[in-house]
């Protein structure tokens, strides 16, 4: 579509020269990692909550979309414009406005990357815990607006649980200041995590006050190489059933495995059909006592090596299996589905049989690794795009891996969330009413509309 | 108000004889531990959700109230029936439906006592981390309903920190289902963290899957005593700015030591201005490091006395202070109003600071202790309800209370929560547009507003 004339003249009155009209330069904001494309009408790219509050209005009294974006890292469409309308790029709100030690606190605009967020916070001994492996080159607010995780979620929590106070803009452009910037509080309702992982269908965050962790002056890695994903899983049960909690638990399976061994040349045994990569972190004199505990939890039925790693270089040497696999996977197919459904821990080996049933009936590689102590498996479906019978087949089956965590009391999604990719399934993962409490409350956020068009809540 | 006969007659014929109308038996269910009372029309002592949902429903014809209660325990008179209608007691759904360790996981039933809970989870070796004073007789689903912290939240997090899934009945009788029972959820709005804390304005909690942690095997106490309030502050950022998270860090002030000192009879230097204790807990092996790092963080300008206790004997003297301390309360003057604001921790020497300029004002003794580590103090202002005068001058002064934590990042509740004693004050600590969301939410959950009308949102 074309917008008016009238709203680009007041975005132009709002924002200056910083909205891009230009095709060319529209094009670098019609994507995101899911690889979805649509071109957005105009690309706005505010340096304070007041034009954001401009532009919201603007856009609302034309009924134009509004979609809030980071970096675009995110592999679900949630930051594509798909209904066209106006990108708000918060690429210009980047500052980090505030970092207080003693309240553990630090206050930033929503364009900061999460990777130089740590970097002013390192020489205060603080770090803020979401770690997705897109950390270096995504933005705060989009991990916000995801919850976003990583490895260490299992240790410190993902976005939600690392959120103290948001002011944030609606789809009527009203400012609102919700939580205080204080680790407790019950001070009416928690509207803060409400917005976190909202996707910006709910409104815009413009300012956040986040919850910050003194950082462990040194860590450890164990790698744990199993028989089968039973033995795997059973200990990851009992490395979480006792009092220290790993800074990383992640899991390959047998595929995995295999491939990191036949491809990424990883020095593994043949016969592994399973692996944890277990880390501790903290102060260097309760390492080695953290590190003893995590050993005997890994230790039972089916292990078949336990390896430490007692230098950087050593823990480097280690982590190779796991950073050869990305580049591996794409040996077996051009394709990728790569979904990151969540099932409670004891629940992961029903998880990693049921996608190897899968994968034998639709005659497809599906790889599984991911943060076992979240139960937050990535399930990679490996397929080719260009053969159609194969991509529907693909298809299909991820539909099925979504129908198999569901019914182990698991969801969706752990960290990437719904967007666009994963909309019509939410009416399986959430009941009838809880799903149209959800629409209601979107209502009273945006009663037009206009936040972020087409994302989360299915048609 | 005299109860429709139709809705006497639909509970019975849902309740049977679980129906209380006799005014005896109401008047147990008339009051909280605010000392506000007012009489419920009848009491509803359900065993089932589907009880639940055909009460509510039979409520939602008549636009009765619905007053959900856990054990009343709760400070601010949120479980006072203070429109009539009807008390849901969730006492006979009290069954712990399941543990599960390897997923840190348990079911319950809303009116299972917190106490009784941490009795079931101690031989998996695990605990629930909310532990507030009330916890040997307050239920879990009321420790929900207000968000219900205690001192172990500086490490563990508060109620709202640790539930994973809600199941609730809304104000139109629907049951929803909020969250999975998973770590990590990234699957549409997180509605179960906004249902903590709202304090039954929006649903009934009719079972909660919740986050469990496993148990620490030892602890250990330190009493660090201070010249003056400031010091003990700068002690406490200190203590947070560092990487060993004390188990517990409460605070009080010169006149709670003086307190415990003179009436308590607590071993205590007439020159100690405030005074700090401090806990660690882990794993026996590892709790002589987090002591000393703690020593080490406590230790600075206007430290008087930092005293270790070797062993729980020890640990049991070093507490006798601050248990000595509420007693003691009651010699300043019979009336008490406790509130429990919170600030952020670099806030708190002037919050403290504060409150003792506004003792002397309104010649009142003020006492204030808490968890310092959250910045939650218990502000006790002590006076003489007989008194028309005093008690004049304490409300106001406790109205300026608030108006400073307000003004110093605060907001009005920690842990407490709203109920009827803070909502007047909502107004100053939510702006009006975040208010006006508030209650278009509560009209999205309970369109009638029958759910625990007069509570939580202002007039």
């Given amino acids: 579509m074309d917008l008016p004339a009238s709203l680009l003249s007041e975005l132009a009155e709002t924002l200056g020269n910083a909205v891009l009209l230009d095709p060319s330069e529209r094009l670098a904001y019609a994507y995101d990692n899911s690889r979805r494309q649509a071109l957005p009408d105009a690309v706005a790219l505010p340096t304070s909550a007041e034009q954001v509050v ?17 970096r675009g890292t995110n592999t ?20 980090i406005l505030q970092v207080r030690p003693g309240d553990r606190c630090a206050v930033v605009e929503p364009g900061v990357l999460n990777g130089d967020l740590q970097a002013a916070l390192a020489p205060h001994g603080l770090f803020w815990p979401p770690d997705p492996t897109s ?64 996707e910006g269908t709910l409104a815009l965050i413009v300012q956040a006050s986040l919850r910050l962790v003194p950082a462990p002056t040194a860590r450890r890695a164990l790698r744990a190489i199993y028989r089968d994903v039973s033995s795997a899983a059973l200990a990851v049960a009992r490395l979480m059933a006792q009092p220290v909690t790993p800074s990383m638990l992640e899991f390959m399976d047998g595929q995995a495995v ?30 080695a006592h953290d590190i003893d505990a995590l050993k005997r939890a890994a230790t039972g039925e089916g292990l078949l090596a336990l390896d430490d790693a007692a230098d950087e270089a050593a823990r480097q040497r280690l982590w190779a299996a796991r950073k050869a696999l990305s580049p591996a996977l794409r040996t ?24 190897q049933e899968l994968a034998l009936a639709c005659a ?12 937050n498996l990535h399930v ?42 994963k909309r019509d399934f939410m009416t399986e993962a959430v009941d009838p009413a809880t799903l149209m409490l959800m629409r209601q409350i979107k209502s009273v956020f945006d009663p037009d509309g206009i936040l972020n068009p087409g994302k989360l809540l299915p048609p």
Same sequence: chains 1, 2.
Avoid at 54 to 70: E, F, I, S, T
Avoid at 78 to 89: D, I, R, T
Avoid at 382 to 405: G, K, N, T
Wanted: charge should be negative; glycine fraction near 14%; aromatic fraction near 4%.
């Fill in 54 to 70: 401009a532009l919201v209005k603007a856009c609302r009294a034309h009924r134009v979309p509004v979609v809030p974006r980071g």
């Fill in 76 to 95: 679900t469409g949630a930051a594509v414009p798909v209904a066209g309308g106006v990108v708000v790029s918060f690429e210009r709100m980047d500052r």
């Fill in 135 to 198: 950390a270096a080159f995504s933005t705060v607010g989009g991990n916000l607006a995801c919850n976003a995780g990583g490895p260490r979620a299992v240790k410190y929590g993902a976005s939600r649980d690392n959120v103290l106070a948001l002011t944030a803009v609606t789809g009527t452009g009203e400012v609102i200041h919700c939580g205080t910037e204080t680790t407790k509080g019950a001070t009416g309702y928690d509207l803060q995590r409400l917005l976190v992982g909202s």
């Fill in 258 to 287: 295999r491939l990191a061994r036949e491809v990424g040349g990883a020095d593994l045994p043949p016969e592994a059909g399973a692996l944890l990569m277990i880390e501790a972190d903290g102060d260097e004199a309760i390492l």
């Fill in 332 to 355: 077996l197919a051009p394709g990728k589905i790569n979904e990151d459904v969540v099932v409670p821990v004891s629940r992961i080996p029903e998880l990693v049989g049921g996608v």
């Fill in 364 to 375: 497809l590689p599906i790889v599984c690794f991911g943060h076992a102590g979240n139960g």
């Fill in 380 to 421: 990679n479906l490996m397929y080719d795009p260009a053969d159609e019978l194969q991509a529907a087949r693909a298809s299909a089956a991820m539909s099925q891996v979504f129908a198999l965590a569901i019914r182990l009391g698991g969801t969706l999604s752990g960290e990437h969330g719904i967007g666009m990719a």
